[in-house]
């Protein structure tokens, strides 16, 4: 028999809100990605856990950024990261996090790919006192290599210096031999915050542009619309083709997480 709560969210999780695409079927170059907030286990992890799963299935991606991600062995939950990964199947995992390895506890940022994996790196992002990540994974998409990096930036509104910080150290951790780069996650910021600049500006792109969707964050939770998820892209490097918030609608009055989903497929030129 077929779970009905599967069935509905297998249905509801293709994007839902607002959709920017050019036209054009997926091809060999493109690369399809996806960065999910996923609120640790808040709420009803095991009510919540399916419909992300399905959510991200449906979007289809090749990379996912994956944030508040958390392994707490005081409470049985093993790495979230790596419980959406087996049950989507065919994805290798990184994971990333403040805490030391070993640690009962450990919450953080996660990559899951699945194209080959040629390297991977990470970092604790100054100002250490704000406890953020960022990894980076290098996977070849047609044979060439691309960058993708993944974080979760500091929350507080009046925070904009605090994130051009940790952005700018960010960059500092990129390798400089001129591999196509994508940076996303949950920025904490809309693409307006001055924190943003140095990837709002020339040399990236947005793959989900300023207007097209009206909020990545979960009003039903209580949040205010703002689109603090992103995907930028190297303008040098990448064409956009299409990108959407998906996981916006409930089933059996239940969200996948108190953010939405973005994913977008972007061209390798």
């Known amino acids: 028999m077929i ?39 808040q709420g009803d992890w095991a009510a919540r856990l399916p419909l992300l799963v399905a959510a991200l299935r449906a979007g289809d991606p090749d990379v996912i950024g994956l944030q508040e991600v958390l392994a707490d062995a005081a409470v049985g939950l093993p790495n979230q990261a790596q ?82 910080r940790q952005i700018a150290d960010l960059v500092s951790m990129l390798p400089l031999d001129g591999t196509p780069l994508i940076v996303m996650g949950d920025f904490n910021a809309v693409q307006a915050d001055a924190g943003l600049a140095a990837l709002t500006g020339p040399r990236f792109f947005s793959a989900l542009p300023r207007g097209a969707a009206e909020t990545t964050l979960n009003p039903a939770r209580g949040h205010p619309h703002r689109v603090i998820d992103h995907i930028f892209a190297e303008t040098a490097h990448f064409a956009p083709v299409r990108a959407a918030v998906i996981g916006s609608a409930p ?19």
């Open 3 to 41: 779970d009905r709560r599967l069935l509905l969210a297998g249905l509801a999780a293709a994007p839902t809100a607002a959709c920017a695409t050019v036209p054009g079927s997926r091809g060999v170059r493109d690369l399809t990605l996806v960065s999910f907030n996923i609120w640790h286990n």
């Open 83 to 164: 419980t959406i990964a087996d049950a989507l199947r065919g994805y290798s995992v990184h994971f990333v996090s403040t805490d030391p390895e070993g640690a009962p506890r450990r919450y953080g940022n996660a990559l899951l790919s699945r194209l080959p994996v040629a390297g991977v790196d990470s970092r604790k992002l100054q100002p250490l006192d704000d406890y953020r990540t960022a990894i980076r994974v290098r996977v070849s998409l047609g044979g060439r290599a691309v960058d993708v990096v993944n974080t979760h930036l500091a929350w507080q509104e009046d925070a904009a210096a605090v994130r051009a």
């Open 251 to 269: 089933i059996d009055g239940e969200y996948p997480s108190d953010h939405f989903g973005v994913a977008a497929t972007v061209s390798l030129r």
